[in-house]
């Protein structure tokens, strides 16, 4: 069975760090992409980060450069997103997503781009 677990969201303050996680089972970790994507109250579901992990390649929305980054750690089958700088904009809840439908991983930035999801973690950003 499938599974992505998120883990790691929370109440911070404006400036603030948090790390999320995504521990990954039921698949070959390594032969994916793994998409990081948040939704607001209201709002569509964002892409804002991916990281391909056959080949390293990671993409960050505008929104995120420079503030967000995504790493793996293949021994645990876990993707986390580092999220430093975060604003109150940032509050929403954060999901990763994969594509198991291809052999070919490419890091898509919409969500219609991922087959199996995670259940979402809240991250509340005051301001």
């Known amino acids: 069975e499938v599974q992505l677990v998120e883990s790691g969201g929370g109440l911070v303050q404006t400036g603030g760090s948090l790390r999320l996680s995504c521990a990954a089972s039921?698949?070959?970790?390594?032969?994916?992409?793994i998409g990081w994507f948040r939704q607001a109250p209201g709002q569509e579901r964002e892409g804002i980060s991916c990281?391909?992990?056959?080949?390293?390649?990671?993409y960050y929305a505008d929104s995120v450069k420079g503030r967000f980054t995504s790493s793996r750690d293949n021994a645990k089958n876990t993707v986390s997103l580092q999220m430093n700088n975060l604003k109150p904009e940032d509050t929403a809840v954060y999901y990763c997503?994969?594509?198991?439908?291809?052999?070919?991983?490419?890091?898509?930035?919409?969500?219609?781009?991922?087959?199996?999801w995670g259940q979402g973690t809240q991250v509340t950003v005051s301001s």
């Open positions: 039921g698949f070959t970790f390594d032969d994916y992409a």
């Open positions: 990281i391909n992990l056959r080949d390293g390649f990671t």
């Open positions: 997503a994969v594509d198991l439908s291809t052999d070919m991983p490419e890091c898509g930035t919409y969500y219609y781009d991922y087959d199996h």
